[in-house]
């Protein structure tokens, strides 16, 4: 096997880099698209508390999770130009409801969210964050102390 500073190496074809660079964008969460006020951060406290979650991202509690579910897909496009993350949508079940649009960030962003809002969520969703908090500080993610 040869390293880059010899000879014999070959560089991956352009169109396998340009395939890897597109792959590597799609999967990219969206970021941010407004610096909330104060008064856009209170709005996203109240909405989270009535329509959203806090828990961590999976099993191993490795990660955070922040997560809220409607079917007018309004709020969860301010949330996401709060925040960042993907605003999707399920298919209605044979007709017999309206389709689901949710909005999800997981991991850093999410715990950011929950560090954001901590301070203007009830005693409940306080409770929430930090049992998902504690499960990633107990993980060793650095960004919870």
């Known amino acids: 096997m ?7 190496y070959k560089f991956p074809s352009e169109s396998r880099r340009k395939m890897c660079v597109e792959r590597t964008n ?5 970021k941010a698209t407004m610096s909330p006020t104060l008064r856009d951060l209170a709005w996203a406290a109240g909405f989270m508390e009535g329509e959203g979650t806090f828990s961590s991202d999976d ?4 990660g955070g999770r922040a997560r809220a579910v409607q079917v007018n897909p309004e709020p969860l496009l301010r949330i996401a130009a709060m925040f960042g993350g993907h605003v999707k949508i399920t298919t209605a079940v044979a007709g017999k409801r309206k389709p689901i649009h949710y909005w999800q960030v997981n ?3 999410a715990r950011g969210v929950m560090q954001t809002l901590f301070s203007m969520m009830s005693a409940k969703r306080q409770g929430q964050i930090m049992v998902a908090l504690g499960e990633a500080r107990a993980a060793g993610r650095p960004d919870t102390a």
């Open 2 to 8: 040869t390293d880059r500073g010899t000879v014999g």
């Open 26 to 30: 799609r999967s990219k969460v969206p």
């Open 59 to 62: 099993k191993t509690g490795k």
């Open 107 to 109: 991991g850093a962003r």
